[in-house]
């Protein structure tokens, strides 16, 4: 922990804690906490850690904090929280067996990473204390999609667990597919999770990151390739995924518009909004889903207020958005319309070549 900002507000009384992932190879400070005002949404940063490498995307879990570290020879470390939500590091970081972890996720009592550089999916035991247990178990990706740039070999790129918890969801940008995990077992003894079926999504679309809708039974796939979201029908029973439909998160044609990379996507709790990030645009773009989820209609791109946002994050009570600029180096923060999800910029707070926004 470093900082004499850190050390000066550990006493006063604030109403939550957000934790910020981002590149240390490019100048960030690794682990950023920061205090997030209940009232009003503002961040106040207390302090930083760069106990561990690039910590490009954080997880939370009941007894830990957990960082990837997005390198050749990845690797994933647990945090235990202080008494002022600080993370210090809990135990050695763990290899993953994978390159370039860029998401991980909590399923069941296991650990999951997606190494988009060597295109895989590694599970690691998180014991009762959530401490991590190893070797990983690696679930190994193949394919390719027609990108020659992009998608030469396979790119997984998230790893979410099912609202049921029955299921893992990995998605592909190289080879344009989500594959489906399972079983999720509570008792990591019962073997980690296989491949239970691949979805293929049209081709170049480059799937980067999904969202569930609050229903749990629509899933939305963000594509980075082509400013694209790809509805799919979810059956939580079968573990069936069915694309029906496509929606763009840019307006086509925009004069003067840049290429449109979007990075993340975030559902609102009452299922009647998305919030897409997209790069290069520098935008947010808003999708109501209220009068039909299946089929969500674009209403609006909101400028983000910086450089490059790689990820969005709501705040628990559904009426903030925050995004990490990564090239911008910083935070920003919105106050969502409750009746037009639209976002309202509110503030920003300085984090350099920020990757990821987690509340604590």
Avoid: K
């Avoid at 879990?61 to 235990?80: D, I, K, N, T």
């Avoid at 099912?162 to 969801?169: A, H, I, Q």
């Avoid at 790809?230 to 998160?249: H, I, K, S």
């Avoid at 409750?338 to 503030?347: D, E, F, I, K, S």
């Amino acid at each position: 922990m470093t900082g004499r900002e850190g050390r000066a507000r550990v006493g006063q009384v604030q109403e939550g804690r957000v934790y910020i992932g981002s590149f240390t190879s490019a100048g960030g400070r690794g682990i950023t906490t920061a205090a997030v005002d209940g009232r009003t949404g503002a961040l106040t940063v207390l302090g930083s850690t760069d106990a561990l490498p690039d910590p490009s995307y954080l997880a939370r879990g009941p007894h830990r904090l957990y960082a990837v570290s997005e390198a050749e020879h990845g690797l994933v470390q647990a945090f235990a929280l202080d008494a002022a939500g600080l993370p210090h590091p809990a135990g050695p970081p763990v290899p993953v067996a994978g390159a370039g972890p860029t998401h991980l996720g909590l399923a069941g009592s296991w650990l999951l990473t997606a190494n988009y550089t060597s295109g895989s999916v590694s599970a690691l035991p998180v014991r009762p204390d959530g401490t991590l247990g190893g070797p990983a178990a690696v679930l190994t990706h193949r394919g390719s999609g027609p990108d020659p740039e992009r998608q030469q070999s396979p790119h997984a790129h998230q790893v979410l667990a099912d609202p049921s918890g029955r299921w893992v969801l990995s998605v592909d940008l190289g080879t344009d597919s989500v594959r489906i995990c399972a079983p999720v077992a509570p008792d990591p003894g019962a073997g980690a999770p296989s491949v239970h079926a691949e979805v293929r999504l049209p081709p170049g679309n480059g799937p980067r990151h999904l969202a569930f809708h609050a229903s749990g039974a629509l899933v939305y796939v963000l594509n980075e390739l082509r400013p694209l979201l790809t509805v799919c029908r979810w059956d939580a029973t079968a573990g069936f995924l069915e694309p029906v439909g496509e929606v763009p998160v840019a307006p086509e044609g925009a004069p003067g518009s840049a290429r449109a990379y979007p990075s993340a996507i975030v559902a609102s709790p009452d299922g009647r909004f998305l919030w897409a990030a997209v790069r290069g645009t520098d935008t947010i773009a808003v999708l109501a889903t209220a009068g039909n989820p299946a089929e969500p209609q674009l209403t609006a791109t909101v400028p983000v207020g910086g450089r490059w946002p790689r990820d969005l994050a709501l705040d628990p009570s559904g009426q903030r958005l925050y995004a990490a600029n990564e090239r911008s180096g910083d935070v920003t923060w919105f106050a969502v319309d409750p009746q037009t999800g639209l976002p309202h910029r509110a503030g920003s707070v300085p984090v350099p070549a920020a990757s990821c926004v987690l509340f604590g």
